[in-house]
């Protein structure tokens, strides 16, 4: 089980950790769950992740910390901003101790879907890992990231750097 009780242990080693802690990015196909889901429900336990490099992202989420819901699948697309409700515990649809779950609630939809085709032209978004890392379903963002993304949901035109 996961217990996080020495500051020194949760606290990111590097600025550039530092940077990531706080924002996240969620796929999941929306024909499984979709945006629509979540808000429906008014929030869920994410569950069911088998990836270790998605697990360590569950581990490191914090209640609180901002999320993009994005669809994978046909879409490719972030459609919504959601947060965490609850910090990582014991995945309860896991066999083995070494999975874990954390809570999230929906916040707002995009004013429009944001497409990988979009993100994968910004300039600022070029080394994000959904560009990169294209398979990881939980993974973190910086703050810039998230910026970018929700300011192109809103119709907003962002610098380029």
Same mark, same amino acid.
């Given at each position: 089980?996961?217990? !996080?009780?020495k500051?020194?242990?949760?606290a990111?080693? #590097?600025?550039?950790? @530092?940077?990531l802690? =706080?924002?996240?990015?969620?796929k ?5 769950y979709?945006?629509d889901?979540?808000v429906?429900d ?5 569950t ?5 490099q ?6 490191q989420? !914090?209640?609180?910390d901002?999320v993009l819901?994005?669809? #994978?699948?046909e879409? @490719?697309?972030v459609v =919504?901003?959601?947060?965490v ?13 070494q999975?874990v ?6 916040l707002?939809?995009?004013g429009?879907?944001v497409?990988?085709?979009?993100? !994968?032209?910004e ?11 294209s398979?990881?379903?939980v993974m973190?963002v ?14 907003k035109?962002?610098?380029?750097k």
């Amino acid at each position: 089980m996961i217990k !996080k009780t020495k500051p020194t242990s949760t606290a990111p080693a #590097s600025s550039k950790s @530092k940077e990531l802690s =706080g924002y996240w990015l969620v796929k999941q196909e929306p024909e499984a769950y979709s945006w629509d889901d979540l808000v429906r429900d008014r929030g869920t336990e994410w569950t069911g992740v088998r990836n270790f490099q998605a697990r360590n992202n569950l581990r490191q989420m !914090k209640a609180g910390d901002r999320v993009l819901f994005y669809h #994978s699948g046909e879409q @490719k697309a972030v459609v =919504g901003i959601a947060q965490v409700a609850k910090a990582a515990y014991p995945d309860p649809t896991a066999d083995e101790a070494q999975w874990v779950a954390v809570d999230i609630k929906p916040l707002k939809p995009l004013g429009a879907p944001v497409p990988l085709t979009t993100i !994968k032209t910004e300039p600022k978004l070029a080394n994000m890992l959904l560009v990169r890392q294209s398979r990881l379903s939980v993974m973190p963002v910086t703050k810039e990231e998230f910026e970018t993304i929700v300011a192109q949901g809103e119709g907003k035109k962002t610098r380029k750097k």
